[in-house]
């Protein structure tokens, strides 16, 4: 927990073993990042990853027949528990299995943990989990999942056995990620990080002092990516930076991160809008709602001098720039989305969306939430 001088607090890392970065490096180290030499793996991904790219016919081949078992295609969007269900009895039925290899982004990565945490709840024990992230979402950096239930909400779990052992970034992966998919889930590390800074219970070291830089290379790398979306260097940049924005937070917060996620979470599963978009939607506008508050707004207001503006000494007033910076990032990366027009969620779902955000049916932080939705419509 941390003071609001940040000159007291505490920081407990998450399980991982390993983290490696830079082009090809799922070849120069997948093998190699086995728990053991006789170990069988279960790969979890999307049907267009397995089916429209090379990419999970390369994992297969570079684990060769010793290792490699099965590979569960399924995924979709937000993790539906059906098949989650599904690919939990199929590892479930072959107990040899003991290393999971997610391939893809938040949905794959989430779903691997939630099929680990259930086979723990079976068997006893955890699988070691490989991740392959081919998005900025970051969902690799945390021991917490979520997944969609059967009836359309959102279901978080959470244990430090959950946190992947071994991160995998390469460059080579990403390449294939669709380009407005990428930047959008650059925007959702963007809100990873923001909000770390006026979390009640996130340390300044590491914790606020890494997400700062990691907004910092967000803000610069993003734009140059639209421009030269094949530059292998600034992929693998924007990924390091991705790693930043989140993987400092470790275990010290547990019941998610903060306002804006909190609304992209009730936009998210019950209206099939993903992540990366949530957060272009609901970022800006947390941000300059947190300014009102005087505590909030001297932590948000240290993030101008980051991305290249300087403070004026008012707080208030540099956070609420910083909420305009991030609106200003969104729109000229292209990715400014209406509720409306492009997701189907009408005037009606205002109240909707701001019940399942606050836990309230009215008062003022529920009237706030229902504004900056409605101002999205």
Not at 172 to 191: C, M, Q, V, Y
Not at 276 to 283: E, K, P, V
């Amino acid at each position: 927990m941390a003071d609001t001088s940040g000159l007291s607090g505490s920081w407990i890392p998450t399980r991982f073993n390993a983290v490696h970065y830079g082009p090809n490096s799922v070849a120069r180290h997948l093998r190699n990042s086995l728990p053991g030499p006789n170990s069988r793996a279960f790969i979890i991904t999307t049907s267009s990853l397995a089916t429209k790219t090379p990419l999970v016919r390369n994992v297969e081949s570079l684990l060769t027949s010793k290792h490699y078992v099965a590979t569960f295609s399924s995924i979709r969007q937000h993790a539906p528990i059906a098949q989650l269900d599904e690919a939990t009895d199929l590892v479930c039925k072959d107990l040899a299995i003991d290393t999971i290899i997610s391939i893809g982004g938040g949905s794959p990565i989430d779903s691997a943990k939630v099929v680990d945490h259930r086979f723990h709840e079976k068997t006893g024990r955890y699988l070691f989990h490989i991740t392959i992230p081919t998005t900025l979402s970051a969902a690799e950096c945390t021991f917490a999942a979520g997944y969609t239930s059967a009836d359309g909400q959102k279901i978080g779990i959470g244990a430090p056995d959950l946190a992947p052992n071994v991160i995998i970034y390469d460059s080579k992966f990403a390449l294939e990620t669709p380009e407005r998919l990428w930047l959008s889930t650059g925007i959702r590390a963007l809100d990873h990080a923001v909000e770390s800074q006026y979390h009640s219970k996130a340390p300044e070291a590491p914790t606020k002092k890494i997400a700062l830089t990691a907004i910092a290379d967000l803000f610069d790398l993003l734009p140059r990516y639209k421009n030269y979306p094949k530059d292998e260097s600034i992929i693998t940049k924007l990924q390091l930076a991705a790693f930043d924005s989140l993987f400092e937070i470790g275990m010290v917060v547990a019941n998610g991160l903060g306002l804006s996620h909190a609304v992209g979470y009730a936009l998210g599963s019950p209206y099939g809008i993903p992540h990366g978009i949530t957060s272009c939607l609901t970022l800006a506008g947390v941000v300059r709602l947190k300014a009102k508050d005087p505590e909030q707004a001297k932590w948000i207001a240290r993030i101008l001098p980051w991305i290249g503006l300087e403070r004026s000494g008012n707080d208030k007033e540099d956070a609420l720039k910083v909420g305009d910076a991030i609106e200003k990032l969104v729109e000229n990366l292209g990715l400014t989305t209406q509720l409306g027009k492009d997701h189907g969620v009408s005037e009606d779902q205002v109240p909707v969306v701001a019940k399942l955000a606050t836990k309230a049916e009215s008062g003022e932080l529920f009237e706030e939430v229902a504004s900056i939705v409605r101002s999205k419509l």
